[in-house]
């Protein structure tokens, strides 16, 4: 089944504690991307990929780090978490020329990570 | 970088009637177009996009148009159902993507 996912699916941590939500599709898109939700806000991107090796920031990525090593995975990485980045997390990809990626973006089931 | 409003925020229709949202943006370096369909609890799903070189496209209950000169789109639904209640989010972006803050639909049946 074509799928995008991620874990953990719910996560409390403590500010200041790193912490990795993965993400991994079985699609071979190139493009993948990170977005959190808040309520009134919309959907805004915090860091994407047009493919291995290649990552750039979207609107938010003060405070997160991502890696793209391999074509499947696209790893959201909290260094020292804050309690402002308590929010709801979804992992994204789609297919992508390399240069624009004008194509449906399948959405993973989403994070929801409360920072105390 | 780019902006993108979405209005209205609520809409609530009558079973059958249609429901309109729309959205604009500031980038002209914006290709791409998307509307996702949220129910509570769920991922965001694609129900229709349109591409710059397009002005409009259609699915069945669902059209979009996209107006390039004057830097907005929309959604169009018709004939719409209890189940078409969901938030909805437009989109625009290349590789870079903003979304809109939500439109809230209710279908009364």
């Known amino acids: 089944e074509a799928q995008v996912t991620q874990n953990p699916r719910y996560l409390i941590t403590v500010t200041g504690k790193k912490l990795t939500v993965t993400c991994s599709q079985n699609?071979?898109?190139?493009?993948m991307s990170w977005y959190r939700q808040d309520p009134g806000l919309g959907l805004r991107q915090i860091y994407y990929?047009?493919?291995?090796?290649?990552?750039d920031k979207g609107d938010v990525p003060e405070g997160y780090k991502v890696s793209r090593k391999e074509k499947r995975n696209f790893p959201l990485i909290l260094e020292s978490p804050s309690p402002n980045q308590t929010s709801l997390y979804f992992c994204?990809?789609?297919?992508?020329?390399?240069?624009?990626?004008?194509?449906?973006?399948?959405f993973g089931p989403g994070t929801r990570l409360t920072v105390l | 970088g780019e902006n993108v409003e979405q209005h209205p925020s609520t809409l609530s229709v009558q079973e059958g009637d249609s429901a309109v949202i729309k959205c604009t943006y500031s980038?002209?370096?914006?290709?791409?177009f998307p509307w996702y369909k949220q129910e509570l609890g769920k991922r965001p799903q694609l129900i229709i996009d349109?591409?710059?070189?397009?002005g409009e496209k259609k699915d069945q209950r669902i059209a979009v148009t996209l107006n390039k000169t004057a830097k907005h789109f929309s959604l169009h639904i018709t004939e719409t159902q209890p189940e078409d209640s969901a938030v909805y989010f437009c989109?625009?972006?290349?590789?870079?993507?903003?979304f809109g803050s939500g439109t809230k639909l209710n279908v009364k049946p």
């Open positions: 994204a990809s789609s297919l992508s020329d390399g240069v624009s990626s004008y194509n449906e973006q399948f």
């Open positions: 699609m071979n898109h190139e493009y």
């Open positions: 990929s047009m493919n291995v090796e290649v990552t």
């Open positions: 980038d002209s370096a914006s290709n791409y």
């Open positions: 349109i591409r710059s070189n397009v």
């Open positions: 989109a625009a972006g290349y590789n870079k993507f903003y």
